[in-house]
């Protein structure tokens, strides 16, 4: 019978050992790795839909900064107001008003006022109502009353006027 050496035969056993562990490591390793790159490819899209959002948000502030310095943007407001021209009695009618106003466009507006132009006998005569700052999709409740000293109410206008701008 061939002797074995058992220092040979010892350090071929320990080297399959060796290369049994580095596979199961080189395997583990793998599957880690394979993980990681779906974790940071999930996060990769989801920061680049962010970034196109953010992108989007900036070509829309932009465009209402440029369209509003070139005076072509009106701020969306909404009015549900009722009106009544009453009797007097320092002056001989008033404006009543009562209702909502809401801001119904997805950016803050400022230095928001409702123009009334009041159309008496014998003149014009502008009063506004300040509200102030308004916040997308706000809405607030007015009641006013405005009067004029250049006669008697025949009819009025409405403008609700604002700016993207403080």
Do not use: C
Not at 28 to 39: C, F, M, T, Y
Not at 154 to 163: I, K
Request: aromatic share 8%.
């Amino acid at each position: 019978m061939p002797k074995i050496n058992v220092k040979l035969f010892a350090a071929v056993v320990a080297a399959l050992i060796l290369a049994v562990t580095l596979t199961g490591i080189s395997q583990n390793q793998n599957a880690i790795l394979s993980a990681n790159k779906d974790e940071l490819a999930k996060k990769l899209e989801n920061t680049t839909h962010e970034l196109e959002a953010l992108k989007k948000n900036y070509t829309d502030l932009m465009d209402i900064f440029v369209g509003n310095l070139k005076g072509e943007l009106n701020p969306q407001i909404q009015t549900r107001l009722g009106v009544k021209i009453m009797p007097g009695q320092r002056y001989p009618n008033y404006l009543w008003v009562t209702g909502e106003v809401e801001n119904v466009g997805n950016f803050t507006l400022y230095n928001v006022r409702l123009r009334y132009t009041l159309y008496p006998t014998n003149s014009t005569d502008v009063k506004e109502d300040i509200i102030g700052t308004m916040h997308a999709h706000q809405i607030v409740t007015r009641r006013y009353t405005t009067y004029t000293s250049l006669g008697e109410i025949t009819s009025w206008t409405l403008d609700p006027v604002a700016t993207y701008e403080p």
